[in-house]
């Protein structure tokens, strides 16, 4: 007993954040060290992609995060739900050149399968972003654009509506973005259903979710939500009813289990097609739990995801850290996302030294697009060594069976 005992711990401690010195200097063998690859960096081209995935190899990184979802597209040709982005098609002539054979047509020349390809041949891990999540569609100008896009066209009585009737979230910045209704058993459907497509047809390691949540506080009032909160509740849903402290902290309460129920819901299938793929969330931090209905602490704890990477995008992060370290069990399935687009390199490498500190399972930076400044700088100072990510629960369970 005492031999396995020591066995398991052994196999644990490899699968987590370890330091050893190297002539003087700390070393980390695993420890996450991430990239978002936005849809701009896509559209830059096989040119700009081969260099950037080159140079964030030899600064260290070691995992890639692809946005495979977004504005009402897939990335990938011939999805059963959704068109692919019209963009990256004209990539793909470049990357494969036209093909001549009828019999040819049968390979896969996607853009994506080339990204995936050349990551796995810089050893570099791969998630799939579907980085829209609920979000189904963006348009600069609703009011001029009577599209909702391709699902809630067919589906409208799935759109997310706001507690004004608006069906869609305005951002002066961006425009306009519809949802499909987090809480319906009919997006969750669909949308679990272009997860799977995306994982399956891909040799993806991991599933990097994101905005798994309600666009703001004031979503959703569907007749869906009316309907199903007052069956659940007792309450009526209606903006002055929500004014009422008990009735407000019921409908938050409410959108959490209805998200989670989507969560349980997704995992399932994920482990039924990809048993040891890692999934990931992306997140908004602690005091944003409620107002988005995003109870990722249950998600961690239920096992529905294997890390979670809470979005700090300004410069001192050292609280939001602290407060998402308090709701979880294990520090190291918790990865800081920190963004190179408003930090300078030497706040990113102090952003990663505090990660390193508090014991995280590494970083994840945003974007592609903004840290090739800082690539060097962080080469020089906290990427000195290379490092492996974490992997899945399921692999690191599997790793422990094999080592008994």
């Known amino acids: 007993m005492r031999n396995s005992v020591r066995i398991i711990l052994s196999v644990f401690l490899g699968l987590n954040l370890i330091c050893i010195s190297i002539a003087g200097e700390p070393s ?10 936005d849809k701009s960096d896509v559209h830059k081209g096989k040119k700009y992609l081969t260099e950037m995935l080159d140079r964030i190899t030899a600064a260290n990184f070691n995992a890639i995060y692809v946005a495979t979802l977004y504005k009402g597209y897939v990335i990938y040709p011939e999805s059963k739900y959704l068109p692919q982005d019209p963009e990256v098609k004209k990539f793909e002539i470049e990357i494969y050149g036209t093909v001549a054979k009828l019999e040819e047509k049968k390979i896969d020349r996607s853009m994506i399968k080339w990204i995936i390809d050349e990551a796995h041949k810089r050893h570099l891990f791969v998630e ?27 589906h409208p009585e799935l759109t997310a509506i706001d507690i004004n009737g608006q069906p869609y979230l305005h951002n002066p910045k961006w425009g306009d973005f519809y949802s499909l209704c987090p809480s319906n058993p009919e997006s969750h459907e669909i949308l679990i259903n272009i997860l799977v497509e995306t994982i399956t047809r891909y040799n993806f390691d991991g599933l990097n979710l994101d905005r798994i949540r309600y666009p703001t506080k004031d ?3 569907c007749a869906y939500c009316k309907e199903h909160f007052k069956q659940d509740t007792g309450f009526e849903l209606t903006k002055a009813n929500l004014q009422k402290s008990e009735v407000q902290r019921a409908f938050y309460e409410w959108r959490k289990t209805q998200l989670n129920q989507f969560m349980e819901k997704l995992y399932k299938r994920v482990r039924q097609v990809r048993p040891d793929i890692l999934i990931s969330a992306d997140v908004w931090v602690p005091e944003q739990i409620d107002e988005k209905g995003q109870d990722w602490p249950t998600w961690l704890n239920k096992g529905y995801i294997d890390v979670v990477i809470p979005m700090m995008y300004w410069a001192n992060i050292e609280g939001s850290v602290n407060a998402s370290l308090r709701l979880v069990s294990d520090s190291h399935r918790l990865l800081c996302g920190i963004s190179a687009e408003v930090n ?14 508090k014991k995280t399972g590494g970083v994840v930076i945003w974007y592609l697009g903004k840290v090739g400044d800082d690539l060097e700088f962080l080469k020089s100072s906290v990427f000195k060594y290379p490092a492996r990510p974490f992997t899945s629960i399921a692999k690191q369970k599997s790793a422990i069976s094999k080592k008994r």
Do not use: M
């Not at 980390?28 to 690859?37: A, H, Q």
């Not at 980085?131 to 609703?142: C, I, R, V």
């Open 128 to 154: 799939a972003w579907p980085e829209y999540g609920f979000y189904s569609y963006h348009t600069p100008n609703a009011k001029a654009d009577k599209s909702r896009g391709v699902l809630l066209d067919k």
């Open 28 to 37: 980390i063998l695993r420890e996450t060290r991430g990239v978002w690859v």
């Open 344 to 357: 300078s390199s030497q706040a990113l490498a102090e952003q990663i030294h505090l990660a390193r500190k």
């Open 219 to 221: 979503f959703c009032f």
